[in-house]
């Protein structure tokens, strides 16, 4: 059984830190990203990594946020530092085996639960 299952997730005060992690089973992927949604908007891309090693960031998160990946752990991890109102949303990861587009949310076939990051002005 294929399970993605975030955590790490919480409360923050504005300019503070969290990490998430995304732990994986029933079988080995080689793309990973990180997506957010807030209530009442889309849900976007927030960065990715494929398996060649190259990351993707997304506009309003580079220089704050960064993906990174545990290939022994199967074990996906989102750092966010000097985090902003804004970036208050449900977290989710997602994971693929083949990816075109890596900033598609259709280019992933598995998803986790998410987990709630807000972050206080």
């Known amino acids: 059984q294929v399970q993605l299952v975030e955590s790490g997730g919480g409360l923050v005060q504005a300019g503070g830190s969290l990490r998430l992690s995304c732990a994986a089973s029933g079988r080995t992927f080689n793309s990973y990203a990180w997506f957010r949604q807030a209530p009442g908007k889309e849900r976007e891309f927030v960065v990715g990594?494929?398996?060649?090693?190259?990351?993707y960031t997304a506009d309003s998160v580079k220089g704050r946020f960064t993906i990174s990946r545990d290939n022994a752990k199967n074990t996906v991890y989102l750092e966010m530092n000097s985090l902003k109102p804004d970036d208050t949303a449900v977290y989710y990861c997602?994971?693929?085996?083949?990816?075109?587009?890596?900033?598609?949310?259709?280019?992933?076939?598995?998803w986790g639960q998410g987990t709630q990051v807000t972050v206080s002005s």
């Open positions: 997602a994971a693929g085996a083949s990816i075109v587009d890596p900033t598609a949310s259709q280019s992933y076939d598995y």
């Open positions: 990594i494929r398996w060649t090693g190259r990351i």
